[in-house]
């Protein structure tokens, strides 16, 4: 029923005065796009971060898995201390 005589509100409007009616039309329609270019921005940002967040997931995988390939290559050669003075070398760190 309320929305139904909304309705009746807004037709007996357009009807009355089409000029203001057109107008507030476009005011609104304004306000849409000033909207959708506010989401679409928001929408940019954020595809951004994850897309970041992907990239440093796989750098963080990548690593784990050559730490994990030296760790097995080394483990029945090298001393568990000296291994891992090896990695901190290769990974440009040193050994506190």
Same mark, same amino acid.
């Given at each position: 029923?309320?929305?139904?005589?909304?309705?009746?509100?807004?037709?007996?409007?357009? &009807?009355?005065?089409?000029? &203001?009616?057109?107008?507030?039309?476009?005011?609104?329609?304004?306000?849409?796009?000033?909207?959708?270019?506010? @989401?679409?921005?928001?929408?940019?940002?954020?595809?951004?971060?994850?897309?970041?967040?992907?990239?440093?997931?796989?750098?963080?995988?990548? @690593?784990?898995?050559?730490?994990?390939?030296?760790?097995?290559?080394?483990?029945?050669?090298?001393?568990?201390?000296? @291994?891992?003075?090896? &990695?901190?070398? @290769?990974?440009?760190?040193?050994?506190?």
């Amino acid at each position: 029923m309320r929305f139904i005589s909304r309705a009746c509100i807004i037709v007996n409007r357009a &009807v009355a005065s089409p000029s &203001v009616f057109v107008a507030g039309l476009k005011e609104k329609l304004a306000e849409m796009e000033t909207f959708r270019d506010i @989401l679409c921005g928001q929408i940019d940002t954020l595809q951004g971060f994850f897309d970041q967040c992907a990239q440093s997931a796989s750098a963080a995988t990548a @690593l784990a898995g050559r730490y994990s390939a030296l760790l097995g290559a080394f483990s029945n050669v090298i001393e568990p201390e000296q @291994l891992m003075r090896l &990695v901190y070398m @290769l990974f440009g760190r040193e050994l506190a």
